[in-house]
């Protein structure tokens, strides 16, 4: 059974440049959660991906979306990258929208210069 | 009042002897509890989930969770130097259905 994995590992890019974070899910499921882990903090949950569609969001502006595919696969995209968005993103799966556990990726470290 | 509050630490314990970390959550209602391991580099690892008031015992581990007090601990017992790591408390908050995690605690093992 493979985990999470996500891509790619580390990730260099500029204010303003937009950026797009790959996450396959674990066998079997459904659901992708993806996470900002800044320098020092827990990780904060962005959104849920579930059945192609955004099923749940936490506090961070529209210039974060997602996409969810058939496959259960998912992207994170960050538009007009800001200092404070360098951190760990980390991908997490699930089954049928749950939350509960999450077991996360090995994440994509993304630094913005 | 944060959400989920964590001692930052460090947090340093001899090595053999039991390691006490603890976690403090606002809403009543959350069901689910999670404690995850960090090592620094790399993504937390879920170690721990307990849902039920009183003790969750696996291997070194044992979680312990008071719903009435608002309060999940983790104790670690005979700790070694590979514990050394940051601890995240992780709540599933029933208001907002999602998990809402702690800034972590820094453990160190000393030799």
């Known amino acids: 059974e493979t985990g999470v994995t996500q891509s790619p590992t580390h990730l260099i890019k500029t204010r303003g440049q937009q950026v797009t974070l790959r996450c396959s899910s674990q066998?079997?499921?459904?659901?992708v959660s993806w996470y900002q882990q800044a320098l020092g903090q827990g990780p904060q949950f962005i959104f849920q991906?579930?059945?192609?569609?955004?099923?749940g969001r936490g506090n961070f502006p529209p210039r974060f979306s997602g996409l969810q595919f058939p496959n259960y696969s998912s992207e994170l995209n960050v538009n007009a990258l800001e200092l404070d968005d360098s951190a760990l993103y980390l991908c997490?799966?699930?089954?049928?929208?749950?939350?509960?556990?999450?077991?996360f990726g090995d994440g994509t470290r993304l630094s913005i210069l | 009042q944060k959400e989920v509050e964590q001692n930052s630490g460090p947090l340093s314990v001899p090595e053999g002897a039991i390691a006490s970390l603890n976690c403090t959550y606002s809403?009543?209602?959350?069901?689910?509890f999670f404690w995850y391991r960090q090592y620094s580099g790399k993504s937390p690892e879920l170690i721990m989930s307990?849902?039920?008031?009183g003790d969750k015992e696996d291997g070194r581990f044992t979680a312990q969770l008071n719903k009435a007090s608002q309060y999940v601990s983790l104790l670690i017992r005979d700790s070694q130097p590979s514990d050394s790591a940051t601890y995240l408390c992780?709540?599933?908050?029933?208001?907002?259905?999602?998990?809402?995690f702690g800034s972590g605690t820094r453990l160190s093992i000393r030799p």
């Open positions: 992780a709540v599933l908050y029933s208001s907002a259905s999602k998990i809402i």
């Open positions: 991906y579930y059945r192609e569609e955004e099923n």
């Open positions: 997490a799966s699930s089954v049928d929208g749950s939350n509960q556990p999450q077991h």
């Open positions: 066998s079997g499921h459904n659901t």
């Open positions: 307990i849902y039920s008031n």
């Open positions: 809403d009543r209602g959350s069901q689910s």
